[in-house]
């Protein structure tokens, strides 16, 4: 894919962060390894009724969502609020752009850029965070000579808001989504100084 277009939707997603955006990080869209990556369209059928689902939770503003899905599905349930006006929409995809990796691009990179064009770019009242899901993969039995590069990788605490500049925006509740924790919903008060990143993110 060319690297002006990826670079436009990267402008895109950043003006959806909103005040957010420099917590932003998606070298899919920027890195010149992208040139080599043929974008694949993936349907995402479950992507609207996550977003409606969460948009009930959106309808008193002071929400962070953490989305930890699989990262093509996210973007699109953040696209879709973003859409609705609802939240901001930060990504947080640190997943290089190998043309053979074990945590392909292809798919991500279609869903990056297509829906750049319907983004919303204003301060909006909430939050949703996109997260990747699959970032720390296990692989068993690998082959000594399988030639994917491993672009996987893990977040740390300074990947995310801490709880100071969460409550400094007007924050007061988190929402995650995750294959394995449903949806938690966690007050500040019951999240001590640990921010969002809690151990079960990395």
């Known amino acids: 894919m060319r690297l002006s277009t990826t670079r436009r939707a990267w402008a895109r997603w950043q003006a959806a962060a909103g005040p957010w955006q420099g917590w932003s990080v998606c070298p899919a869209l920027l890195a010149p390894a992208v040139k080599d990556i043929t974008p694949v369209r993936s ?7 996550l977003a409606a689902s969460l948009a ?26 973003n859409q609705l006006r609802l ?15 074990l945590l392909p691009v292809d798919g991500l990179l279609h869903g990056l850029v297509s829906l750049s064009t ?11 965070f996109v997260l990747d899901a699959e970032r720390s993969r296990v692989v068993p039995h690998r ?3 399988d030639e994917r590069a491993d672009n996987r990788y893990r977040l740390t605490v300074a990947d ?3 709880l100071a500049a969460l409550r400094a925006r007007g924050i007061r509740r988190v929402v995650k989504l995750s294959p394995t924790a449903a949806r938690a919903t966690r007050r500040y008060a019951q999240m001590g100084n640990t921010g969002l990143a809690e151990p079960s993110m990395a």
């Open 160 to 162: 995310l808001p801490n």
């Open 143 to 145: 082959a000594s000579n």
């Open 87 to 101: 939240a901001n929409a930060v990504l947080l995809l640190p997943r290089w752009p190998y043309e053979h990796a």
């Open 56 to 81: 009930r939770s959106l309808q008193e503003p002071g929400t962070a969502i953490v989305i930890d899905l699989e990262p093509g599905l996210g973007v699109h349930v953040a696209a879709r609020l």
């Open 43 to 49: 349907g995402r059928p479950a992507a609207d009724r």
């Open 118 to 128: 319907r983004l919303v770019a204003e301060d909006l009242p909430n939050v949703a």
